[in-house]
């Protein structure tokens, strides 16, 4: 069942031109990819925000004065992602390691770390410089996309062909052949974890 359906199933109509589906899975950096793709078409100097659907945010007002902070970073050329201090060693996430301090509770991303196991949770915990990966994530579309074509250039070159498509009778068709020819990588691996701006 796609989002589309279940947003008909509980009554929200009319907003059908602004959902972009993917027309296969393949992780998150072609989906991402595609959406900044759509949104620089409708405006060049947009900024966008990568939030997954199954997050559950208590504190709306915290989180939208941390989407407002997000905006201003991403629109000074950093590629924001939300971490979460971790109240326990959990292997089950990734980490971010924070290097140093930009202002307003902001920090620049030293690394990213994959699933630790127990003991290295427990030292990442004791330490206070690992937050949670969110995988939540604010940019620019077009600085998303530059890092695309520096960090994959075949995701790239495949979000170019699906660009001289968008607009054209035959959009949804090359579209989903285009899409099918790309590889499936997450943006954290693919992109996150080697720019410099995060």
């Not at 790239?156 to 499936?184: H, M, N, P, S, V």
Request: glycine letters at 10%; a positive charge.
């Amino acid at each position: 069942v796609d989002i589309k359906s279940q947003l008909h199933e509980v009554g929200v109509d009319g907003i059908d031109g602004n959902i972009l589906l993917e027309p296969e899975p393949k992780n998150t950096a072609p989906a991402v990819g595609l959406g900044a793709l759509y949104l620089k078409k409708a405006d060049d100097d947009c900024v966008m925000a990568v939030l997954p659907s199954d997050h559950v945010i208590r504190d709306r007002a915290k989180f939208h004065a941390a989407l407002k902070k997000a905006d201003k970073l991403a629109r000074d050329g950093w590629l924001v992602v939300f971490g979460i201090k971790p109240d326990r060693p959990e292997t089950g996430y990734g980490y971010i390691k924070q290097a140093g301090p930009l202002g307003g509770g902001s920090f620049q991303v030293e690394r990213f770390v994959e699933k630790p196991d127990k003991a290295t949770a427990e030292r990442y915990l004791k330490s206070g410089a690992y937050l949670w990966n969110s995988g939540m994530f604010v940019w620019k579309a077009d600085a998303i996309l530059e890092e695309i074509k520096l960090q994959m250039p075949p995701l790239y070159k495949g979000l170019k062909r699906i660009w001289g498509a968008l607009g054209t009778a035959d959009e949804q068709k090359r579209l989903a052949e285009e899409f099918a020819r790309l590889k499936g990588v997450s943006i954290d691996y693919g992109v996150m974890e080697r720019a410099s701006k995060v």
